[in-house]
């Protein structure tokens, strides 16, 4: 398989910047192998509804500027909707447990929850930080609009929190 193909495989799976140096260790790849691998993606890309996005050493698959208004659209849709069981579910998860990384959060409510994330994050509800144990990862946490729309000045205010810690810890050693 090609390079380019590769990349764009892995840019479409992590849904985020890439560093370009991350690209060469995960792919066993001279820098300069990557680089025109990523010319030859954008140049596959053109006239397409995504296009490779480059911002100094990092690289993402985005949407097109052509297709702002459409998306736009749909955004403005999705901001309007409920949050509906599975954005409450994971917005609790992230209000108990977080700061917590996206993995975490998929083997508690044991399905993915990229797109709900991603819900969560577009409407401010949560933000994304880097991992500083690990920085190929985010954690997840609440925003500070989220713990004022909910009335309360910190998270251990939150409905039962002490309850709720507790058992996560109790759930957290049987586990292991």
Do not use: C, H, W
Not at 76 to 99: C, F, M, N, Q, R
């Amino acid at each position: 398989m090609k390079l380019d193909t590769k990349i764009e495989a892995l840019l479409f799976f992590k849904g985020e910047g890439v560093k370009i140096k991350e690209l060469v260790k995960l792919l066993k790849a001279d820098k300069e192998d990557v680089e025109n691998a990523l010319l030859e993606l954008k140049e596959k890309l053109s006239d397409r509804g995504i296009g490779l996005i480059r911002k100094e050493d990092e690289v993402m698959l985005g949407t097109v500027s052509e297709m702002s208004d459409l998306i736009e659209e749909i955004r403005k849709e999705e901001l309007t909707k409920d949050l509906g069981k599975a954005g409450a579910e994971t917005l609790s998860i992230v209000l108990y447990k977080g700061p917590i990384t996206r993995a975490e959060i998929d083997y508690i409510r044991g399905v993915n929850s990229t797109f709900i994330l991603r819900n969560l994050l577009i409407r401010g509800l949560v933000e994304k930080v880097p991992n500083p144990k690990d920085q190929r990862s985010f954690l997840y946490k609440p925003t500070l609009e989220l713990l004022s729309y909910l009335g309360i000045s910190g998270i251990e205010e939150l409905p039962e929190f002490d309850t709720v810690q507790s058992e996560i810890k109790t759930f957290i050693q049987e586990e292991n």
